[in-house]
């Protein structure tokens, strides 16, 4: 982050849009804790403190709860946490929400003005997406972030065991307007805001309804010479939609995070991930080769710790991410969420973990095909060789350098008829590669990453020169090797005692950190 001159990769997108929530004749101030200190001091002079945050962020999320309700500030609490362990916040808070609160919170307000407001609000019905109004992004101190996060659905209709979405947002995808799309492009271009993570759970859940919207993107972005790069994350089928795959790379989306989760198809089965099993479509390989050939770079998400698991899968997991030239994945190990199946399933097992066991092991599961010491020392040593430098340059060279990768959206028939906004593009881009390659090749303490990163950024634009969007690429993807080496080295410096936390549990996704 500092290299880039931020404090965080993205905002969380729920507080724009509670602050759109609430009527106009209240003031609303948003705090990051990701981009600046809480003064607690000023909190108490609020006639209302809202809090939220994941099960990963309980014990903070607690601290915060305890510590304004001692300066005598009404407390109100929801989000995932609040959904999936409410009884975690028992007494902490005045108010709690469970589930998606975009009817239930102005009801609370409209209640709470009158003297008449509940504890417990529960929303009886999933919300209409078309209904929500346009999040206040004025309200953000955006400056601080990397990219901007919105949201254009809910929902996924496949049935993962591990996964608490369905549980959350439901099996039916429900989607925005394109007219609340476009705003939302619209206001972030205002921004200012170049990069926008699209933290959809799975952008693709509804294909037939996504595909018009993005249509409408198309002709966003080339009114506004593709001033937005997008990403975004989706469900592996994406390989089996041309048509679909064309139109993100037409509407300016660059990268596609998948939940691949496991190369042992046993696995994939066990917990229900049968969209990444479907023979006809092919083997996991080819399809993720489909979408990089369609000009959309793949990231992925990994879990060792499924009951089919075996020690070989530590082997099997490296050697599949250097086949698929998947440089950026998010290994994890198998956490079970409460509320979804598979924490069910584990409790009637009896193969939960007690909270010092969760600590020491880095999950709450107790393993079935290796011992929970096997499990723990396994996934350490797979980040450790996952994100060595040569392993990791070795799977961006294979499809950035040697495979010739390139980005749907540079490849436009728009940029031969819009030469000015190329060339603007061209050096921008030239710029940025320049600015980051320096600030990496002289901030970096450790002698022989420094020197990595100067032989790797020198053959990209030995091999790439005249490509600056394609450059400023691989420079983050550099930059991102070091973020992936510091959590390596935290895990090796555990030893035996509690892992990290920023490690521990599993997260499904990026985008779960904003949803």
Not at 204 to 213: D, E, F, L, T
Not at 284 to 297: M, N
Not at 332 to 337: K, P, T
Request: contains cysteine; charged residues 25%.
């Amino acid at each position: 982050m500092s290299m880039l001159g931020k404090r965080a990769n993205l905002p969380v997108a729920c507080l724009p849009l509670l602050a759109a929530l609430v009527p106009k004749h209240h003031d609303v101030t948003l705090v990051d804790e990701n981009v600046e200190e809480i003064d607690f001091d000023r909190l108490a002079r609020a006639d209302m403190v809202c809090v939220t945050g994941m099960s990963i962020q309980g014990r903070r999320l607690r601290e915060i709860l305890v510590e304004v309700r001692k300066r005598g500030v009404l407390t109100v609490v929801g989000g995932a946490m609040a959904t999936v362990e409410p009884e975690e916040l028992d007494g902490l808070a005045d108010i709690i929400f469970v589930g998606e609160a975009d009817e239930t919170f102005p009801q609370f307000l409209r209640e709470w003005e009158l003297g008449k407001h509940r504890s417990r609000y529960v929303q009886a019905e999933r919300t209409d997406m078309t209904t929500l109004p346009a999040p206040r992004l004025d309200l953000l101190k955006s400056q601080h972030y990397m990219f901007g996060s919105m949201q254009i659905s809910r929902g996924c209709p496949f049935t993962c065991e591990f996964c608490d979405i369905i549980v959350t947002f439901g099996r039916k995808p429900r989607l925005k307007s394109s007219k609340q799309v476009m705003a939302e492009l619209q206001a972030y271009y205002d921004a200012g805001i170049k990069i926008v993570f699209v933290v959809d759970d799975n952008l693709i859940g509804n294909k037939k309804a996504i595909k018009p919207i993005l249509r409408d993107m198309i002709q966003w972005q080339e009114e506004h010479a593709y001033a937005l790069t997008l990403f975004t994350e989706a469900s592996l089928d994406l390989a089996e939609d041309d048509e679909l795959m064309r139109l993100m790379g037409q509407a300016g989306f660059q990268s596609v995070f998948i939940g691949i989760e496991s190369p042992n198809e046993e696995s994939l089965r066990e917990t229900k991930k049968l969209q990444n099993v479907r023979e006809r479509a092919g083997t996991l390989l080819e399809r993720v080769h489909r979408i990089q050939s369609s000009g959309l770079d793949v990231w992925c998400g990994m879990i060792v710790g499924f009951d089919s698991d075996k020690p070989s899968v530590f082997r099997e997991l490296p050697r599949f991410l250097a086949d698929a030239r998947i440089a950026n994945a998010l290994i994890g190990l198998l956490h079970a969420i409460p509320t979804t199946p598979l924490y069910d399933r584990l409790k009637k097992e009896g193969r939960l973990n007690d909270d010092d066991d969760s600590a020491a092991f880095g999950t709450n599961v107790a393993p079935l095909g290796m011992s929970r010491e096997d499990l723990r020392k396994g996934f350490v040593e797979i980040t450790g060789k996952t994100y060595t430098a040569d392993a990791y340059f070795e799977r961006v060279d294979a499809l950035f350098i040697d495979g010739n990768f390139k980005f749907a959206v540079h490849q436009l028939e728009y940029w031969r008829h819009h030469r000015g906004a190329w060339v603007k593009s061209f050096i921008e881009n030239y710029i940025m590669f320049f600015v980051l390659a320096g600030r990496l090749v002289s901030s970096v303490e450790d002698r022989a990453l420094r020197t990595k990163y100067r032989s790797q950024l020198f053959r990209a634009f030995r091999t790439r020169r005249f490509e600056p969007q394609l450059l400023f690429t691989y420079a983050v993807k550099t930059a991102m090797h070091y973020h992936y080496a510091s959590i390596s080295d935290a895990l090796a410096a555990a030893g035996d005692g509690p892992l990290p936390q920023a490690v521990r549990s599993f997260s499904r996704a990026p985008g779960r950190e904003a949803a």
